[in-house]
């Protein structure tokens, strides 16, 4: 209390134009009290008006008065300094090192509370009373204390840049606008800030919106996680059960196969650990990212707004271009099947179907965000042998070299009546149902034709676009011949560019929706990639452009060597 009572006594010795104790102290006729120098500053800047007033309750004086120092008053300051309650003040209010500091203050400065972009100066609460009492600063705008007020005027013509030139992305005054921009694109500073601050804001979206999926991604991750441990799980203990049965002979096997089990686990919960933090590290920048353009989003300063909104709007690339799209899968089932041959098989074939075992471990892949392969070398381990089904085949369509040879024929082959068979179409679908990832390559004898692939269940003698590849929603196929290629979906031909190449590779990720086709050569040149959703077995199919027989049409489906 009694600091409080001393903090009152000071302020009623403080001068109310420099907030700091009286110097000099005189009293003006309507009974107020100043520094000699703060008054006479005041009323020096009134003499062209011949009426001078007080600073305080703006009573008038004609004319100026006679100042004279205030003895009582001078005493009473000192006595004040000499019990030392000069160290009483709210030191708080004063400006300190990282504050901004009123431009008003003489002696020493308050902390400034506004800035005003048309003063262009900052004022602390006291002398920014004036702009909230009278009409004359009723257009005047305030904004946060800012040190950087100088950088709104124009350092060639002494202006205020109110005008912001596109042509040139910078702001300028309006001498600028008549003089070395004329003719450029100007708006007002505060039209282009209220666009800028629109694109923020669709910025801001899209940071959120890309949390929000790879927030997702992160739950699909957690998800993956628990089913590779639960069907590691599984595949452990059913592998036990089954080994158990033939302890003699399977105890020492079965901790080997035990181990892979558990290491290939543990790689392959790695591997999803590594996106996950790879995604919260993404995650992480992006909120940081929304908090820098939501701060800047708040700057009322708009010249501070355009001088930083560029470095801080444009976004760094995903990491990931799409979110993370994780279908059901096995994952360690066929070990427990391998473990369930070799017990039927062990007694006589032990040592060599033991491998076996081994290799299905080996050949658990988690589906994640794996790049698809550049080179033909990174095809080749994805490769597919691939044979025709001669039950499908075209009655026109003669099958050879252990049905990976199609040839057009005039005359048509025996067993017409099977169901799955083409009635229609010079087409045939591949024996080999296509899940997972895998590769293969088609190879054009004569002429060109349609690389296909198309779930099990398309029509086989309905009308022409219920049966035909790449004519309905069942098939996707890439046309070939000597002037391009085309690529079809649902009746929906889309023009492909690419080197011309009588041989093309086919990448299926089942899993992931993705087909991709490449001309072959000694590269591998990217012709078409579809992105979409898989909901059945593919097979492998190819398509004949001929109406008729044409004994040169003839098609392979090569060993990828």
Request: with cysteine; hydrophobic share 30%; aromatic share 8%.
């Amino acid at each position: 209390m009694a600091q409080q009572n001393n903090q009152l006594d000071r302020e009623k010795f403080c001068c109310s134009v420099c907030l700091d104790l009286l110097k000099d102290p005189v009293t003006i006729p309507c009974g107020h009290s100043y520094c000699m120098n703060c008054i006479k500053s005041h009323w020096d800047t009134e003499d062209e008006k011949k009426t001078h007033s007080c600073p305080q309750c703006r009573q008038s004086f004609t004319p100026r008065p006679v100042l004279v120092k205030s003895t009582m008053l001078a005493d009473l300051v000192e006595e004040l300094k000499k019990t030392g309650l000069q160290a009483a003040p709210a030191d708080l209010c004063y400006a300190g090192p990282e504050d901004v500091a009123c431009d008003v203050c003489t002696g020493r400065k308050l902390r400034a509370v506004k800035s005003c972009l048309v003063c262009m100066i900052s004022y602390c609460e006291k002398h920014l009373q004036l702009h909230y009492e009278s009409p004359a600063f009723e257009k005047h705008k305030l904004v946060e204390p800012s040190e950087k007020l100088q950088e709104n005027i124009c350092s060639r013509h002494n202006e205020v840049m109110k005008i912001f030139c596109r042509t040139d992305q910078q702001c300028i005054c309006y001498l600028c606008s008549v003089d070395e921009h004329k003719g450029h694109d100007t708006v007002s500073a505060a039209a282009e800030r209220t666009e800028r601050q629109r694109e923020l804001e669709g910025s801001r979206h899209n940071i959120q919106q890309r949390i929000q999926d790879r927030e997702e991604d992160m739950k699909a991750l957690q998800q993956e996680v628990e089913a590779i441990n639960g069907s590691a799980d599984k595949a452990v203990e059913h592998s036990e059960k089954i080994v158990n049965e033939m302890i003699g002979l399977m105890e020492k096997k079965f901790a080997g196969i035990k181990k892979r089990i558990i290491a290939k686990q543990e790689t392959e919960v790695s591997r999803v650990k590594e996106l996950q933090e790879k995604l919260e590290q993404e995650i992480t920048e992006l909120k940081r990212k929304d908090a820098e353009l939501k701060k800047l989003s708040h700057t009322e300063d708009y010249n501070q707004f355009l001088h930083n909104y560029p470095s801080l709007s444009a976004l760094s690339e995903s990491t990931h271009t799409s979110s993370i799209n994780i279908q059901p899968l096995k994952y360690f089932e066929d070990v427990t099947a391998a473990v369930s041959e070799v017990r039927d098989k062990l007694r006589k074939l032990l040592n060599k179907n033991w491998a076996n075992v081994s290799l299905s471990v080996s050949e658990v892949d988690v589906l994640l965000l794996q790049p698809e392969p550049k080179t033909r070398a990174g095809f080749k381990r994805y490769s597919q042998e691939i044979t025709m089904d001669p039950n499908t085949a075209h009655t026109q369509l003669l099958l050879s070299k252990g049905n990976r040879i199609a040839t057009v024929t005039s005359k048509p082959q025996p067993d017409s009546s099977h169901p799955d068979r083409f009635t229609e179409c010079y087409q045939v679908l591949s024996t080999e149902s296509l899940t997972g990832r895998c590769y293969w390559e088609v190879k054009w004898r004569e002429g060109g034709g349609y690389v296909a692939v198309a779930y099990k269940n398309i029509s086989r003698a309905e009308s022409w676009n219920e049966c035909a590849f790449g004519c309905n929603a069942k098939s996707w196929a890439l046309f070939w011949d000597n002037a391009g290629y085309t690529f079809l979906h649902n009746n929906v031909q889309t023009p492909v560019s690419g080197r011309l190449s009588c041989r093309v590779g086919v990448y299926l990720d089942h899993s992931a929706g993705i087909l991709s086709f490449y001309s072959v050569s000694e590269t591998m040149t990217l012709l078409h990639r579809v992105q979409t959703t898989f909901t059945q077995p593919l097979y492998a199919g190819v398509r004949f452009c001929c109406s008729s027989g044409d004994k040169d049409a003839k098609v392979e489906f090569c060993k990828v060597k």
